[in-house]
């Protein structure tokens, strides 16, 4: 099971600190192929025993220029993932290890959600295409129009409001009617916005998606 104790430990000394919420963080582990993953911040080891499809909550912490290691889980080595992100403040963002192991690398994406609550009725959502051998997608209504059009790996639609219910949907081949993936029954609640992720390998037969709460306007994960 995943920890975040470091995490945790961090927002509270930059509260401690008298520092204002800074950014806020979470990470998810998107690459098909990869174990489970620690994350390392700052050389500190900040999440255990990530898995694939998981996703953690947001963390607040400091803005500022932070390193971001990535290790099999329990294990000093291969570091799979070395990178450094600025963080700016009061900014949300993502950062998903995607890529099979062979080439896993981080993606950063910003995500639109400080202050911005849809109005009653209605929700927001996007998607996110993770999927390191699919082609690019459209994501449309069963039988009817595309909602996020021509959508390669490894990029985030912009968000999409649309009224809270429940949607039978499908991910296309881009441009075609060829449907690679069909994805029943997709409640979106009101006043919540979502991130879905479409995940997994198409050659291995795993595709599909993981819907996260990004936020919720009385409460959620934010």
Do not use: C, W
């Amino acid at each position: 099971m995943k920890k975040i104790l470091f995490l945790l430990a961090m927002a509270v000394a930059a509260q401690g600190l008298g520092l204002a919420q800074g950014a806020m963080v979470r990470v998810a582990h998107l690459s098909p192929d990869a174990p489970a993953v620690d994350v390392l911040v700052n050389g500190q080891r900040a999440i255990t025993g990530l898995a694939f499809k998981e996703v953690t909550p947001y963390i607040p912490l400091p803005a500022a220029r932070v390193r971001v290691q990535v290790v099999p889980a329990g294990q000093e080595a291969p570091v799979v993932i070395d990178a450094e992100l600025d963080l700016n403040e009061g900014i949300y963002y993502t950062v998903a290890a995607t890529g099979f192991l062979a080439n896993i690398r981080p993606q950063v994406y910003t995500d639109a959600l400080a202050g911005l609550f849809p109005r009653a009725g209605f929700a927001r959502v996007r998607v996110v295409h993770t999927s390191p051998d699919a082609p690019a997608v459209d994501v449309a209504v069963k039988g009817g129009p595309v909602l996020f059009p021509n959508l390669p790996f490894p990029r985030a639609s912009q968000y999409l409001v649309v009224a809270a219910g429940t949607y039978d949907l499908e991910v296309r081949v881009a441009g075609s009617n060829t449907v690679a993936l069909a994805l029943p029954g997709v409640t979106l609640e009101s006043g919540k916005t979502y991130t879905v992720f479409a995940v997994g390998s198409v050659r291995a037969g795993t595709l599909t998606v993981v819907p996260v709460v990004d936020a919720a306007a009385l409460g959620g994960n934010r």
